[in-house]
């Protein structure tokens, strides 16, 4: 009798202490501030924010690139500037092609 006794009072302290675990686990996961479903939000947006820097930090490199070519070399600065800002030497008229939208 003595041993159903103390077998129960364990039963019930550690029943104590499952329920207060399952009730934090529960506050934590849903309620908190930092729940699952803010959690997997974050994760989405580093993600998204991880894949935008991979491509500005491609653009830099390449805009470096171009840089660096047309601050060397004076051919190329005067072909991009004809071909992006649309100039020209005196006397010497240009004639812009642009291609149909197809619908």
Avoid: C, P
């Amino acid at each position: 009798m003595n041993a159903q006794k103390i077998f129960k009072k364990k039963n019930i302290r550690i029943a104590k202490y499952l329920i207060v675990a399952v009730f934090f686990v529960v506050w934590v996961g849903f309620f908190d501030v930092h729940n699952f479903k803010d959690q997997l939000q974050y994760r989405l947006k580093i993600s998204e924010l991880e894949d935008e820097k991979e491509y500005y930090l491609n653009k830099i490199e390449e805009d470096s690139l171009r840089l660096n070519e047309l601050s060397t070399n004076d051919e190329n600065l005067e072909k991009y500037a004809r071909e992006k800002y649309h100039m020209k030497k005196e006397g010497e008229e240009i004639f812009l092609m642009e291609k149909k939208k197809e619908d």
